[in-house]
């Protein structure tokens, strides 16, 4: 997997490049690109950021690039409007509560300019009885798995919710969601496949009470991992002074 790691940065101040993204038509499908943050995407698609998270079943602001977002809500369908007399596309837009963007994007605008009785693809603000389920990557998966078990106390050997020791902890997450990986935290450093940089749902390795890798994580992205350490399941920074210099390195397991 080489995915690069991308936050949003609503709260953090973090400057990126410019918005370069694409949606496709009329699915409206956003792939992240870099330098994008939930927050350049919400507001070039006239969308809140909360929505976005909603309707994409994130749980964190990080994104990462070529993720998939949809920019509809997963109960929305695609009708068609004839434009009439005095329309603008801001008009439409509020009328079917979609952004202007997005009503260009659907229907390959490349300019405001419409014709009386063309026709458009907008999107209709009726709700189905049963919504379609919203697709989600094996990444966010395996992060929103690790989320649940904060606070979840540490166990030497133990490898359930009733208490994680480290590498304990990482096989139980990948397993739930359908992922076999080596139960040790040593054969999980040898078992797995190097990378030199680590990105969200890799795993993260540390040299601590004896030599070689002795501890493990999942990576989260912004230098940020979860881990079942001695105080329990809580997320810790691997440039913090305890962890720095005990990093050994990374491996991914979704390829």
């Given at each position: 997997m080489k995915k690069q790691l991308l936050t949003a940065a609503a709260t953090a101040g973090i400057l990126f490049a410019s918005f370069t993204g694409t949606a496709s038509a009329h699915e409206l499908i956003y792939t992240v690109q870099s330098g994008d943050t939930l927050w350049k995407i919400s507001q070039a698609n006239k969308i809140s950021i909360a929505?976005?998270?909603t309707w994409n079943n994130l749980i964190s602001d990080t994104l990462y690039v070529n993720q998939k977002l949809s920019?509809?809500?997963p109960?929305?369908?695609?009708?068609?409007y004839t434009v009439q007399s005095g329309d603008t596309l801001w008009k439409?837009?509020?009328?079917?509560?979609?952004?202007?963007?997005?009503?260009k994007t659907m229907n390959n605008l490349a300019t405001d300019t419409i014709q009386v009785g063309q026709v458009l693809m907008v999107s209709a603000t009726t709700s189905s009885t049963t919504a379609p389920e919203t697709t989600v990557s094996k990444v966010q998966m395996v992060i929103n798995e690790a989320n649940k078990y904060i606070g979840t106390p540490y166990l030497w050997g133990g490898n359930t919710p009733?208490?994680?020791?480290?590498?304990?902890?990482t096989s139980y997450v990948f397993a739930k969601v359908g992922i076999t990986i080596p139960r040790t935290a040593a054969t999980q450093w040898s078992g797995l496949t190097p990378v030199s940089n680590p990105n969200p749902g890799d795993?993260?390795?540390f040299e601590t009470y004896a030599p070689g890798p002795t501890h493990v994580g999942i990576y989260l992205g912004n230098n940020k991992f979860i881990q079942a350490g001695s105080s329990g399941v809580s997320i810790a920074d691997l440039t913090n002074i305890y962890w720095k210099p005990r990093y050994l390195g990374a491996r991914t397991v979704i390829n």
């Amino acid at each position: 997997m080489k995915k690069q790691l991308l936050t949003a940065a609503a709260t953090a101040g973090i400057l990126f490049a410019s918005f370069t993204g694409t949606a496709s038509a009329h699915e409206l499908i956003y792939t992240v690109q870099s330098g994008d943050t939930l927050w350049k995407i919400s507001q070039a698609n006239k969308i809140s950021i909360a929505d976005l998270k909603t309707w994409n079943n994130l749980i964190s602001d990080t994104l990462y690039v070529n993720q998939k977002l949809s920019l509809l809500a997963p109960h929305s369908h695609d009708t068609t409007y004839t434009v009439q007399s005095g329309d603008t596309l801001w008009k439409i837009s509020s009328r079917f509560n979609i952004s202007v963007t997005q009503l260009k994007t659907m229907n390959n605008l490349a300019t405001d300019t419409i014709q009386v009785g063309q026709v458009l693809m907008v999107s209709a603000t009726t709700s189905s009885t049963t919504a379609p389920e919203t697709t989600v990557s094996k990444v966010q998966m395996v992060i929103n798995e690790a989320n649940k078990y904060i606070g979840t106390p540490y166990l030497w050997g133990g490898n359930t919710p009733a208490g994680f020791d480290c590498s304990g902890y990482t096989s139980y997450v990948f397993a739930k969601v359908g992922i076999t990986i080596p139960r040790t935290a040593a054969t999980q450093w040898s078992g797995l496949t190097p990378v030199s940089n680590p990105n969200p749902g890799d795993l993260v390795f540390f040299e601590t009470y004896a030599p070689g890798p002795t501890h493990v994580g999942i990576y989260l992205g912004n230098n940020k991992f979860i881990q079942a350490g001695s105080s329990g399941v809580s997320i810790a920074d691997l440039t913090n002074i305890y962890w720095k210099p005990r990093y050994l390195g990374a491996r991914t397991v979704i390829n």
